[in-house]
């Protein structure tokens, strides 16, 4: 059986014992049934990687003895997805996928067709929500690097700011395969009612070069999903 990986959002540069927080203690204890001495493998999600062990489990906490932490090498691919907001359950799909594809960013972006914009106090709570999604999908995938989650920005004004590259995938296009390059590759994917002509015209004044998927119109999640596998074979990390 494979260690247990558990995401913590602080680890100590030295070796010693730590209180997991309730998500973890929740899933160690209920859902695992770990007892005292099982092994478990911590990452900070910024690389940093310690063994550790079950030291003590109470009704309420776990505690862990936990090695000295080393660095792990950044192995995320560098495409950072930059995906329309669309319906949040095929939403949080795309964010877990591009996480176990190794995505380095995730840019949730609004366009002239998004539906069903998150506000205020629902805003931050689906934040959280996106955030737990990364972490529970890099547990999975035995990743110790979480993507960066951006802020949601509207798409033309996400165009604005300097970008190593954009490369924009529309249906309309005819270009299946983006050479390898240094820097971040930015993959915009529209909602499901597809960029704007003005949007398509405005990515590409920005820079930004076309992507075809291939020959059928995919859901966007799908597209999402496509996107990243085929620049991420391009780029030579598949
Ligand atoms: N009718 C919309 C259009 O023509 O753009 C369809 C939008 S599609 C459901 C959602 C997004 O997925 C698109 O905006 C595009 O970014 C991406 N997409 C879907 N199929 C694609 C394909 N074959 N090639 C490139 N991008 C595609």
């Known amino acids: 059986m494979r260690t247990t ?5 602080d680890l100590s540069a030295s070796a010693g014992a730590i209180v997991l927080n309730e998500r973890n203690h929740h899933y160690l204890t209920r859902v695992l049934r770990a007892k005292q001495g099982a092994p478990l493998i911590l990452f900070d999600g910024q690389g940093r ?17 936990v090695t000295t932490p080393h660095q792990s090498p950044d ?7 930059c995906l329309s907001i669309i ?9 877990q996928k591009a996480t176990e594809l190794g995505a ?12 069903g914009m998150p ?9 959280a929500h ?11 995938s035995e990743h110790y690097w979480l993507p960066t989650l951006h802020p949601i920005m509207e798409f033309s004004t996400w165009l604005t700011a300097p970008r190593d590259r954009i490369v924009i ?3 309309d296009c005819t270009v299946s395969s983006i050479p390898a390059t240094s820097g971040l590759t930015h993959l915009l994917i529209g909602p499901e009612g597809g960029f704007t002509d003005l949007e398509v015209q405005q990515a590409i004044q920005a820079g930004a070069a076309g992507f075809s998927l291939g020959p059928r119109i995919l859901r966007a999640e799908t597209a999402a999903v496509v996107g990243m596998t085929l620049l991420a074979r391009d780029l030579g990390f598949l």
């Not at 319906?87 to 964010?95: C, I, N, Q, S, V």
């Not at 380095?104 to 539906?115: D, K, R």
């Open 5 to 9: 990986r558990l995401w913590v959002s």
């Open 49 to 65: 990687v310690a063994e550790a062990e079950i030291q003590a489990i109470t009704k309420q906490t776990t505690t862990v003895t």
């Open 75 to 81: 192995t995320r691919v560098p495409i950072v997805l």
């Open 87 to 95: 319906k949040p359950d095929r939403f949080d799909w795309a964010l």
């Open 104 to 115: 380095s960013g995730i840019q949730p972006l609004t366009t002239c067709y998004t539906e």
């Open 119 to 127: 506000k205020g106090e629902r805003l931050q709570k689906k934040f």
């Open 130 to 140: 996106w955030q737990e999604i990364l972490v529970n999908a890099c547990e999975q």
């Open 169 to 171: 995938a529309h249906p």
